[in-house]
């Protein structure tokens, strides 16, 4: 079945922690991405990829880390987590970027 | 900057009214417009996208978009929306046109009473 998976799906921890969280897609997309939905703001990039080893700031990249080193991954690093990256973030992959955007279920990240 | 702005933050219905949900960007290039939609508890899903030919665009579930190059604008429409269209609606769009930057409006929350 032609998805993306991201792991955890929830996660509390706390301010300065260290943590990954992974997305990982099975269609051999080209492009990925992260987003994190928060109320009344909507959808805001965070980080986008266009290939391997391909990265670019979305309008929102402060706090985090991207990396590209295979197709398939894009994981999201959080080198320092804030109580103002609380927050609902989903990651997706396209195989154009005129085309469809395939979500992940979302992962709920809670920092105290 | 880029912006898109979805004038419509909650909309309450009733089964077999109409809906038009308004989207109005700001970038003078060419632009990809998309349509998403979140029912509760799930991810994003495709309703429908625009990136050229007929400005009329027929997505799943009878909603259709009309992109209006002029007005910027690239609103959302059903004839009769149902229950199960309960759900948060979102405009997107990507541009520049061959980058994967996208930017989305803040949604509509629809509510449809039955």
């Known amino acids: 079945e032609a998805q993306v998976t991201q792991n955890p799906r929830y996660l509390i921890t706390v301010t300065g922690k260290k943590l990954t969280v992974t997305c990982s897609q099975n269609?051999?997309?080209?492009?990925m991405s992260w987003y994190r939905q928060d109320p009344g703001l909507g959808l805001r990039q965070i980080y986008y990829?266009?290939?391997?080893?391909?990265?670019d700031k979305g309008d929102v990249p402060e706090g985090y880390k991207v990396s590209r080193k295979e197709k398939r991954n894009f994981p999201l690093i959080l080198e320092s987590p804030s109580p103002n990256q609380t927050s609902l973030y989903f990651c997706?992959?396209?195989?154009?970027?005129?085309?469809?955007?395939?979500f992940g279920q979302g992962t709920r990240l809670t920092v105290v | 900057a880029q912006s898109v702005s979805q004038h419509n933050h909650h909309v309450i219905l009733s089964e077999a009214a109409s809906l038009e949900l308004g989207c109005n960007y700001s970038?003078?290039?060419?632009?990809?417009l998309f349509w998403y939609v979140q029912y509760p508890g799930q991810h994003l899903q495709l309703l429908l996208k625009?990136?050229?030919?007929?400005?009329l665009v027929k997505g799943i579930k009878g909603f259709e978009a009309e992109f209006i190059k002029s007005k910027f604008s690239f609103n959302l429409r059903k004839p009769s929306v149902q229950w199960s269209d309960t759900a948060e609606y979102f405009c997107?769009?990507?541009?520049?046109?061959?980058?994967?930057?996208?930017?989305f409006g803040t949604g509509t929350r629809l509510k449809v009473l039955a």
């Open positions: 990829s266009m290939n391997v080893e391909v990265t």
């Open positions: 625009y990136f050229s030919g007929d400005p």
């Open positions: 997107a769009v990507n541009a520049p046109s061959g980058t994967y930057k996208y930017i």
């Open positions: 269609m051999n997309h080209e492009y």
């Open positions: 970038y003078g290039g060419t632009v990809n």
């Open positions: 997706a992959s396209s195989p154009a970027p005129y085309t469809e955007a395939f």
